[in-house]
């Protein structure tokens, strides 16, 4: 990654469109799944979201391999496409930007309390 | 028999160690195996998310092999801090199953 592209991000939105092309290629409950993972993977993003790019890539490519198998989207990811996706992320406890949030809520009331002499 | 997920969360990994550890495998093969044994509800994305775990962990090693069909498949094979892994989950597991049948049996 070179200065402009962390700047602009363009490296980004280079790889988001390479991603769509893949997607586009597979069949329609795959798509749809893959919409959903999109959905459920975004909270653990971090600030430009260049973190998921690689995990985007594997939950792909597990897509990919699993369609060619002809599998069924249901037999490759079951009912909990959530858990599938915090797992991705890292496990159940993965951060997400929620827990950095209340993190700094936290913080700042606890701050906020000890100075009052609460 | 349905809805074991929840009391197999934490051995699932051990289970797929030992695939693993019987011969060098892909994910799908994991998770027929897996359903042949009689876990009917563990489907490839669970066991996908536990290969990543034991890939990142260092407990595997990959190898990408062409397959007929579509994108070149993840092969797993276990190295030294693999093997080792095993042996501690079977020593837990042991521990584990020993003292519930003994809870079973009634002799607190």
């Not at chain 2, 042949?36 to 509800?41: K, S, T, V």
Request: glycine letters at 12%; one cysteine or more.
């Amino acid at each position: 990654m070179n200065f402009w592209e962390t700047v602009t991000g363009s490296d980004l939105t280079r790889d988001w469109q390479a991603f769509e092309a893949r997607a586009e290629a597979l069949p329609d409950d795959y798509r749809a799944a893959w919409e959903q993972i999109k959905g459920h993977l975004h909270p653990h993003g971090d600030f430009t979201g260049r973190n998921l790019m690689p995990i985007l890539d594997a939950a792909l490519g597990l897509l990919e391999e699993t369609a060619a198998d002809g599998q069924s989207v249901h037999e490759v990811l079951g009912d909990d496409i959530r858990g599938f996706c915090a797992a991705l992320a890292g496990g159940e406890g993965a951060r997400t930007y929620r827990d950095r949030w209340r993190e700094q809520l936290n913080r700042n009331v606890a701050r906020k309390l000890s100075r009052l002499g609460g | 028999m349905d809805d074991l997920t929840e009391m197999l969360k934490g051995t699932l990994e051990g289970c797929v160690l030992e695939i693993i550890g019987g011969e060098e495998t892909y994910g799908y093969a994991i998770t027929r195996q897996l359903n042949e044994l009689g876990f009917a509800d563990v489907v490839e994305g669970t066991v996908y998310t536990i290969l990543l775990r034991l890939e990142r962990n260092k407990l595997v090693q990959v190898t990408k092999r062409p397959s007929g069909v579509g994108p070149p498949r993840k092969f797993y094979a276990l190295n030294d801090a693999g093997r080792e892994e095993l042996a501690k989950f079977w020593a837990k597991w042991q521990y584990v199953s020993s003292r519930i049948d003994k809870l079973k049996e009634g002799g607190r």
